[in-house]
């Protein structure tokens, strides 16, 4: 049985990549007026967050503000529109999958925001050099949700970020943007979680604020990595500074299956369908700056838009249990230090 993933792409996204051409998509005054046409979110209301907003937010003491990944995909729209309902729904459904680990546990704060479409998106990462021009609103967006968060909704609380992919992008545009070295909000930082695009030597290099992950428990750290299958086709996921989510270690000494906490499958509801303890073992590969895991059959988990190997649509789920066990661990010693 093929698993039915929804990390990234909304469901027959395949079919409509394909509808769309897989090609180059032209700017056309069409689109511009698109563009002006998308609503600016206003993160003052409770609709432009995709998780609803916490009553009481002095009950738990740290937050996790998180970015959605690409939920959508339509030739004739350059970003999503947030006053579309349907559209609105598909940023709330995998927000509400991927922010149920912090449930009762953390303040969830997760913006809205105006998302590149898929096929403009890819095509601005596949370009050399990247031309991230269709992610600018989104971008912006986020940056604006973040600083409205930080003055009016986080009351001096330490706080994670965590996005996937488009969403990872967007976080580590706060972290090098928003961040800055000398930021007080930087020393409210507990750990980011960029997952699902690297964090590279260059931008470490570029930017003395972003410190990657060493350990289990460390802490204002960047945490991430990017998943395929032994013998993975060269993608724009390759080249960061990663972390094995499932031994914490930076190294290439393997995990294996048994330190699994559980990978978590959805159905299309939201709702949890499968929960597998043991479902992968893996390794670090430093040369690619990519996390290997051992599947029987990782083809059942790759998309036909990404090359062969490229495991995207599981950098989260695979390794749920764990993600949701770590953010716990940083967040305590984070707390204990405080203290």
């Known amino acids: 049985m093929k698993f039915w993933l929804r990390l990234l792409f909304i469901p027959l996204l395949a079919v409509l990549w394909c509808a769309a051409g897989c090609a180059v998509l032209p700017e056309t005054t069409a689109e511009v007026r698109a563009l002006q046409a998308a609503v600016e979110p206003d993160y003052a209301k409770p609709e432009s967050w995709a998780v609803p907003l916490p009553e009481n937010p002095s009950a738990l003491p740290v937050d ?54 898929l096929n403009r998106a890819l095509r601005g990462l ?8 269709s992610m600018e609103p989104g ?21 994670l ?14 972290l090098k943007n928003e961040l800055p070295p000398d930021s007080p909000a930087l020393k409210q930082l507990v750990a980011a979680y960029v997952i699902g695009w690297p964090v590279t030597k260059e931008d470490l290099e570029a930017y003395p604020q972003l410190r990657m992950a060493r ?23 390759c080249g960061g500074v990663a972390i094995n989510p499932l031994n914490w ?6 995990a294996p299956k048994e330190a699994n906490r559980g990978a978590v499958f959805f159905r299309p509801d939201g709702s949890v369908a499968l929960e597998r303890p043991g479902f992968c073992g ?12 051992d599947l029987e059959s990782p083809q059942k988990y790759e998309a036909e838009f990404f090359p062969r190997g490229v495991l995207h649509m599981g950098d989260v789920l695979f390794f749920y249990r764990n993600i949701a066990e770590n ?12 203290h």
């Open 282 to 293: 893996g390794a670090l590969d430093l040369e690619r700056g990519t996390m290997v895991v």
């Open 215 to 237: 350990g289990e428990r460390d802490t204002g750290v960047v945490v991430s990595w990017n998943t395929e299958s032994p013998g993975a086709e060269q993608s724009i996921f």
């Open 327 to 338: 953010a716990a661990k940083r967040a305590e010693t984070f707390l204990n230090l405080r």
């Open 126 to 133: 596949s370009a050399s050099p990247q031309d991230l021009s």
């Open 249 to 254: 270690r930076t190294d290439e000494q393997p």
């Open 139 to 159: 971008l912006e967006d986020i940056r604006r949700a973040f600083r409205h968060y930080l003055e009016h909704r986080n009351n001096g609380r330490p706080f």
């Open 64 to 117: 996790v503000f998180y970015v959605y990944p690409t939920v959508f995909v339509d030739a004739a729209h350059p970003v999503m529109d947030i006053a579309v309902p349907a559209l609105r729904h598909r940023g709330e459904l995998i927000s509400g999958e991927h922010t149920m680990m912090f449930r009762g546990k953390f303040n969830i704060f997760a913006p809205h925001y105006r998302q590149a479409e």
């Open 161 to 174: 970020l965590m996005g996937h992919s488009q969403g990872a992008m967007a976080v580590l545009d706060l």
